[in-house]
């Protein structure tokens, strides 16, 4: 807001020196002139929501054809968004939808797992049934030891994302 003052002091001196008594003696200001210290502060406080508003939304003002993507495209800006709804897993997993994925996994427990990515739960949202699903050759190391081994028998592993500590992702061409 300061800046559109600022702008606006170079054509006009009245401004120019309410603007400075506004940022340098506000108590002074409010004092001599207090309807023109709330009408500075009230038309910064607008022009601040209204800034907050436009800015906070990608669809704001529409209707005017004026959204920041249109904006930012006159200005030649780049403008990248983040999907808030996408799920860290699903960013993780579909990133090579042509690709194996392969995970790695340290539990909580302290063991090791590893496999191939079968199914997983697409929720972004934790709760109590999100899960995934390992496929193909299941490698694991127990907590406290130096050995892999390979879950023979078994064609699946189930993994909940309550007992994951942290994952690893990699990806193998079809």
Known sequence: MFITFYVVSFFSKQVRAGLQQFFTTPQK??????????GTALISLLAAVGLG???????AYTGLG????????????????????LSAWSAAFEAKPDHYV???????SGTWI??????????????????????GGIYYRLAESDNVHELDGFSMAIV???????????????
């Open 160 to 174: 909940h994302a309550s007992e994951i500590e942290f994952m690893t992702v990699g990806h193998e061409k079809r």
């Open 114 to 135: 590893q496999g191939k990515l079968y199914t997983y739960n697409q929720d972004g949202h934790d709760g109590p049934d999100r899960a995934l699903t390992l496929s």
């Open 66 to 85: 004026l959204t920041r993507r249109w904006i930012y495209r006159r200005l030649g800006i780049t403008l990248v968004t983040m999907d808030r709804g």
């Open 102 to 108: 392969h995970l790695g996994m340290q539990l909580k």
């Open 53 to 59: 508003a436009f800015y906070g939304s990608a669809t």
């Open 29 to 38: 200001l409010l004092q001599d002139d207090s309807q023109l210290f709330f």
